[in-house]
């Protein structure tokens, strides 16, 4: 699929030279404790250019998934710290977070992205809604397009297909414009075709608009649409790799022993 | 399968615990029920033995003569021999007058004779008995009341209206005499009691030795002698058709709130079983038998009824000794004997209970044996599909009920005459209609939330509309929670509309009929004591009234010609009012004929007394007079609840059939510009040296009737608030398993940016909306219901809607509502977004 964004107001930043949108100072992660402490990242430093689409992969277990939520401020570190732009995350209250997430973070989930009560418009919206911020209608109708959801607006989540949910998932995120768009194996529940029309989104937000986008998946497929792949193994970050293809990631994983 | 439903519950104990609290409150007031009159029972046993026990025989008339003991009977017992002691018990009318000189109570208190030795049965609570004629005891309540202590002089009035001093030598407690209590009481000795009373007879005899044939033969057939014991047990089971009363009111309001709480279990049952739908799954992939997962459901509504109930009966113990020790302390005298918690009452307690829950269960559990076994391997069990299509069933089924419900509805309140009968009917028009209300509401639950949810939607933000789409997203599960509030709100809003319209409908009809200011009545309304001619006509001359009209009546025999004129049934009021009164100022509605056909040698006649005899206009009865018989021609027929005699003839001929007596009552119309305070001092003025006579304005007669509407309301509300509170538990039920099924969603949406103040908010107004639809339904029903309950009561009932009221129910309902949604919000809110997600 083609797509193709407008460049939005102000126009797109320069990938290469803004600082990083996203900074992981030696972060840590321990769940439980004594015997039973499980420790999901064990002082992780990484940062995330902004206008980049990255990908952080890993085996099962490795905390990539653990990494995500410490990013996005849904869940805390147990050391170390987070940065999300010019904000200091580490030590934020619930509430605190509450509102940076709504303000400066965009989700896209595996599964479950939808609220089933609400149409396709009305979830598209909601962050925007949920923060009293008015929709910038032309904007809204140029991101609907785009993912291709004119003619399924008024639609619920349960007569929509998978591909079409995740399509309204990325719409929803890109319309609030945040600052990063989180993704969660944005495609782990989709065929190939409907997961690569869901990717070209993704890469077409951040080439044509600049967004900043920070996927993980366990796809080398998927990870091939970014910008640049972090791996991760045993909440270490162990390699990365540059302008990566389905092959040269999957060379990679291979010689991590995942 | 046992194994597999009890590790599953205790893995939920909080689960439990809620589907429980429908059925610990439920058996609680039914057990309560049963302590509190199990205990006033047996309290009232235990005194009447204790009194009794004093006694070794007692003579009493039987049970087919009602007339007393003559006096000269106790003469002849006591000189039986061997006969130690014997008191006549006397008891009738003796009026103490009030430290405001006038007499204590509305109705004058109890002369009493109080013996002195064993066989007095009575507890002293101060002082001593009393001895000779300027002696007397009072009831300790009575004296409390009245600020009258041991050395106080008293003055009481005898059967004559003569005023007698006397020393208050003691304060008695009278214990479970209802006379006593009710009225308040004064104790004399026997002969003094006898002179101050003007009984002829005594109620019973009282002996102790001699031995029970001698008495017998001594009494003669017409009098039974009991033993002490026998005694104390007839008694006690006179006063326990008290309890029985009490314990069938409460009895019914603890249905209503079984009823609540089989809905509560059947809504949980329900959801439960929606939720575990995999489990259940598994279940039958593993091999379990439709039977047995049928089995685990019913044996766990089982274990959870159990639980229920035993707590039930812990509450209703709580309850029952609460209740005993409110009671007591508001100043019934309810003699205690401890709390009794009998077999009976654990057996009904536990058996309701479990039953109950257990029939709630049997349709959920039917639907878990529908559940697939591939079920389990689905993953995708999106709860809630929103939208509900009314099947036909359903559809026939609300037409049937509705159609004959409004039928019945319309015949008792509009067709059919008015009566116990047309009342039935719109009993069973409410019913009828709550039924075609339950089957259609799950189609009703869509539109009245977006009714309910109007306003929250639109000031709620984002949290408000989603809550409002909650709501509305399980039709019938949100119905089932709703119409268990709708049940006590419609039962409330029933018994306020006719509160209301009682209300209106007595002021209406004083007003239009019945437009006097003041009414001065005497107390002892005796014809032997009439009010005294010199107020009556000290009254019309003052220049303060308008009328002043002077009510007549005399009881005596009035039947149809041939019938006999002595007995019994043929007895009625007679009366006249004075001059033409009747029709000009007094104004009852006449069914037939008019005030203005009343002429001498005719009567009008009440409606009641006239359908009471089948007598219409222009039949003849006789009247006796003490110069014979009458006949009166009957040329009119009035309605309506006024003071007014059975037959009313014309003051002229009143006077010629029985004399000039004083008035029974005397009705004082104001002039206008006289100001309501200065004719009060003027009435009360000219009443104040008869203490028998009473004063009563038109204001504090309405405000009398009013107060005691408002105290039967008040105590249904209170009843009535145990099936709201289940239903609140209920909401709050519902809201806690929605939450768990929702679980990811929250998460969704906290991540999204729902700060947890909003995610509670929007549970609570999701409990709102809930508790507004079944309020607003129970509001709905209770009105109309109202309306043909009025209908079918009088013809000349009006209708009135206490819309204050009315709107208070909703909010209350909506402010109940949002505190039931306290404990699933904080649950809900405090869930980690991580984990919630990767559920």
Redesign the interface.
């Known amino acids: 699929m083609t797509s193709t964004f407008a460049s939005p107001p102000g126009g797109a930043p320069s990938p290469a030279a803004a600082p990083p949108a996203v900074v992981a100072d030696r972060v840590s992660k321990v769940y439980g404790s004594g015997d039973a402490a499980v420790h999901a990242l064990r002082g992780v430093s990484v940062g995330f250019a902004q206008g980049a689409f990255t990908a952080i992969m890993g085996p099962s277990g490795s905390g990539k998934s653990t990494l995500m939520?410490c990013l996005?401020g849904?869940?805390t570190v147990s050391e170390g710290a987070v940065r999300l732009g010019d904000a200091e995350i580490t030590g934020m209250s619930?509430?605190q977070l509450?509102?940076l997430?709504?303000?400066r973070v965009g989700?896209v989930?595996q599964a479950?992205?939808?609220?089933?009560?609400?149409t396709a418009e009305q979830n598209i919206l909601?962050?925007l809604?949920?923060?009293?911020r008015k929709a910038d209608r032309a904007w809204f109708d140029q991101v609907v397009d785009v993912v291709g959801l004119r003619d399924r607006l008024s639609h619920?989540p349960?007569e929509l297909s998978g591909g079409q949910q995740q399509r309204v998932a990325c719409a929803?995120a890109l319309v609030a414009r945040p600052q990063v768009i989180f993704a969660d194996e944005p495609t782990g529940n989709l065929d190939s075709r409907a997961g690569a029309e869901v990717l070209g989104f993704l890469r077409a937000s951040v080439r044509e608009m600049g967004q900043t986008i920070v996927m993980v998946t366990h796809d080398p497929v998927a990870a091939s649409y970014a910008d640049r792949v972090v791996f991760l193994r045993d909440g270490v970050v162990v390699n990365e790799l540059l302008q990566p293809t389905p092959d040269t990631v999957l060379d990679r994983l291979k010689s991590l022993g995942g | 399968m046992l194994r597999t439903t009890l590790a599953g519950l205790r893995a939920h104990k909080l689960r439990l615990l809620l589907t429980a609290v429908a059925i610990t409150l439920g058996v609680g007031f039914i057990a309560g029920t049963f302590v509190l009159t199990d205990s006033m029972d047996s309290g009232v046993q235990q005194t009447f033995a204790r009194g009794a026990d004093k006694v070794d025989y007692a003579v009493r008339p039987s049970a087919t003569a009602s007339e007393d003991i003559p006096a000269a009977l106790v003469g002849r017992i006591r000189s039986l021999p061997g006969v130690k002691d014997v008191h006549g018990q006397v008891k009738g009318d003796a009026a103490l007058v009030g430290r405001d000189g006038k007499t204590v109570g509305d109705m004058q208190t109890v002369g009493l004779s109080v013996p002195d030795g064993r066989l007095l049965r009575y507890d002293l609570d101060k002082g001593r008995v009393p001895r000779g004629s300027g002696e007397a005891v009072l009831d300790s309540r009575t004296a409390g009341r009245q600020h009258f202590s041991v050395g106080d002089a008293v003055s009481v009035l005898d059967s004559k209206g003569a005023a007698h001093r006397f020393t208050v030598v003691g304060l008695v407690d009278f214990g479970i005499d209802q006379d006593a209590s009710m009225r308040g009481a004064v104790g004399f000795d026997p002969a003094t009691a006898a002179l101050m009373t003007g009984e002829k007879g005594v109620e019973e005899i009282d002996v102790i030795g001699s031995d029970r044939a001698a008495i017998a033969a001594a009494a003669g057939p017409k009098y039974e002698v009991y033993t002490g014991k026998r005694l104390g047990e007839t008694l006690a089971k006179a006063a326990g058709a008290d309890t029985k009363i009490i314990r069938t009111g409460l009895l019914i309001f603890g249905l209503v709130a079984m009823l609540v709480s089989a809905l509560v279990i059947y809504n949980t049952f329900t959801i439960l079983i929606a939720q575990r739908m995999r489990e259940m799954a598994l279940l039958r992939c593993v091999g379990a038998t439709r039977r047995q997962v049928f089995g685990g459901v019913v044996a766990e509504s089982a274990v959870v009824g159990l639980v229920g109930s035993v707590t039930g009966l812990l509450v209703g113990l709580g309850l029952g000794a609460g209740a005993m020790a409110l009671f007591n302390a508001l100043g019934a005298n309810m003699p205690t004997a401890g709390v009794a918690l009998t077999p009976r009452t654990v057996v009904v307690g536990l058996l309701v209970g479990i039953v109950v829950t257990v029939l709630s269960a049997l349709l959920p559990a039917r639907a878990a044996t529908r559940v697939a076994p591939v079920a389990a391997l689905r993953s995708d069990l999106e709860p809630g599909g929103g939208r509900f299509r009314l099947g036909w069933v359903r559809s026939v089924l609300t037409a049937v009920f509705a159609v004959g419900g409004l039928g019945a509805a319309f015949l008792g309140a509009v067709v059919m005459e008015k009566g116990e009968s047309s009342m039935f009917m719109v009993a069973g028009a409410g019913g009828l209609m709550f039924l075609a209300v339950v089957t259609v509401m799950p189609a009703l639950v869509r539109p009245l939330g977006r009714v309910a949810g109007a306003i929250p939607a639109r000031l709620g933000g984002v949290p408000g509309r989603l809550a409002v789409e909650n709501a509305r997203r399980s039709p019938h599960r949100t119905a089932t929670t709703t119409i268990a509030l709708t049940i006590g709100v419609g039962l409330m809003s029933l018994f306020a509309v006719v509160g209301a319209s009682a209300k209106v409908s007595s002021e209406h009809q004083l007003q239009q009929q019945f437009p006097v200011d003041f009414q001065v009545n005497n107390e002892l309304n005796s014809e032997s004591r009439p009010i005294p001619r010199a107020l009556a006509e000290g009254l019309g001359k003052r220049p303060e009234f308008e009328r002043v009209i002077e009510k007549k009546e005399k009881e005596t025999g009035v039947a149809a010609p041939g019938a006999s004129l002595g007995a019994e049934a043929s007895q009625a009021t007679v009366g006249m009012v004075s001059g033409d009164a009747l029709g000009t100022v007094l104004k009852p509605e006449f069914t037939s004929g008019s005030a203005a056909a009343l002429k001498p040698g005719t009567a009008v006649v009440g409606d009641l007394f006239a359908k009471d005899r089948g007598l219409a206009t222009g039949a003849t009865v006789q009247v006796r007079t003490p110069r014979g018989p009458v006949p009166v021609k009957i040329v009119g027929i009035y309605g309506g609840d006024l003071p007014l005699p059975d037959v009313l003839v014309p003051d002229t001929d009143f006077a010629r059939h029985f004399g000039s007596p004083g008035p029974n009552a005397i009705y004082v119309k104001v002039k206008d510009g006289v100001s309501a305070a200065s004719a009060r001092t003027v009435v009360q003025d000219a009443a104040r040296p008869y203490p028998t006579v009473k004063v009563a304005s038109a204001a504090e007669i309405k405000e009398e009737f009013t107060d005691a509407i408002d105290m039967m309301l008040m105590i249904f509300g209170g009843l009535l608030g145990l099936a709201i509170i289940i239903a609140l538990f209920g909401i709050a039920n519902t809201l806690t398993l929605s939450v768990v099924e929702r679980t990811r969603e929250s998460a969704l949406l906290r991540a999204l940016g729902l700060t947890r103040r909003q995610l509670r908010r929007m549970l609570s107004v999701e409990a709102l909306v809930m508790a507004v639809i079944g309020a607003f339904t129970g509001v709905v029903l209770g009105v109309g219901f109202g309306w043909a309950a009025t209908g079918s009561m009088d013809d000349d009932a009006v209708f009135a809607v206490p819309y204050l009221q009315i709107v208070g129910f909703i909010a209350l309902a909506a402010v109940a509502g949002v505190l039931a949604a306290v404990l699933p919000a904080r649950r809900a809110a405090k869930a980690s977004i991580v984990e919630s997600l990767s559920v």
């Open positions: 939520h996005a849904l869940d619930d509430k509450t509102l997430r709504r303000d989700f989930f479950f992205n939808l609220l089933p009560t609400l909601l962050p809604q949920l923060s009293g619920r349960n929803r």
